[in-house]
């Protein structure tokens, strides 16, 4: 189950769960991190609907996570119940769930910490200049104030000397044997309007109680490693944060479908607010 933020895709993901007789498995990392439910997205037991989910909200804060160990747990998690069904909104890390990734790197610390200080200084948008000189397919995939995205494949590129796109050469693609995918993709219009509606409810729902709780305290110092949508606006804007947290998801959202459309285009798109679920039934032939 694929799809940018708010497009519905946890719900349908239930809905096929019940379905099939089966259980939802997470496939976002930071899904998986504790104290983080309400900034990202996790299903309340509402939303939930009474269908086990698996992998959420289970990892401390310190806990160092990429594609490839994040892909070791929710595979361990998806063999561990009957007919599960993933559901992420990360291509990078689908592929790390699927074994799509060549073995990255290890960036070294003081590296990660140079380029935090040139994010700081000269903003993301200089360093994807900078990454368009050496790796301009990466820098192409990226937009420029994607700014953990861009640290990522300059760290790559810095301590290899190589281009971070490199690593995906020659990687298998498709769709695994035995799985089966959909990708949730509302109308451009209806995107924009559910990622306002989205963020909205989770102001409303205590985010920034969830934020300042975290802000002061030892945890602050992960959170800011870990990045997170939303959370450093929180906690170093928060007047008006909301409105801008808006304008910051949908350009994330709109790179999500992007990069699915483009690495996946065989997976079948259903738009939840045109066809009826029993039509994403069908697309996945259950």
């Not at 509402?46 to 269908?51: H, N, S, V």
């Not at 561990?80 to 990360?90: D, I």
């Not at 992960?222 to 804007?237: A, F, K, S």
Request: some cysteine; overall charge positive; glycine content about 12%.
């Amino acid at each position: 189950m694929l799809g940018p933020t708010a497009s519905g895709k946890s719900a349908l993901a239930t809905e096929i769960a019940r379905r099939i007789g089966g259980e939802v498995v997470n496939g976002d990392p930071f899904q998986a991190y504790r104290d983080l439910p309400v900034g990202t997205g996790q299903p309340s037991p509402a939303e939930q609907g009474g269908i086990p989910h698996h992998g959420y909200g289970l990892l401390p804060l310190e806990t160092a996570l990429n594609p490839a160990s994040f892909g070791e747990l929710a595979r361990g998690w998806i063999a561990a119940c009957p007919n599960p069904v993933l559901v992420t909104g990360s291509g990078l890390y689908l592929r790390g769930i699927w074994d799509q990734l060549t073995q990255l790197p290890d960036v070294p610390g003081d590296v990660t910490a140079k380029l935090r200080r040139w994010v700081d200084l000269l903003g993301s948008p200089a360093l994807h200049r900078y990454l368009a000189a050496v790796d301009p397919v990466r820098a192409a995939q990226l937009h420029p104030n994607d700014r953990s995205r861009v640290q990522r494949a300059l760290g790559l590129h810095l301590a290899t000397g190589g281009r971070a796109s490199r690593f995906l050469d020659g990687v298998e693609r498709g769709v695994p044997e035995g799985w089966r995918a959909i990708l949730v993709m509302p109308s451009r219009d209806r995107q924009r309007d559910r990622v306002a509606a989205r963020v909205r409810q989770m102001i409303r729902a205590g985010w920034q109680k969830e934020v300042a709780v975290l802000q002061g305290t030892p945890a602050e110092a992960h959170l800011r490693r870990l990045r997170p949508l939303g959370y450093e606006t929180w906690m170093d804007e928060p007047r008006g944060a909301g409105a801008r947290i808006i304008l910051d998801t949908r350009a994330y959202a709109k790179r999500q479908g992007t990069y699915f459309r483009n690495q996946w285009p065989e997976i079948p798109a259903w738009d939840p607010d045109a066809e009826p679920v029993e039509a994403a039934f069908g697309k996945l032939g259950i």
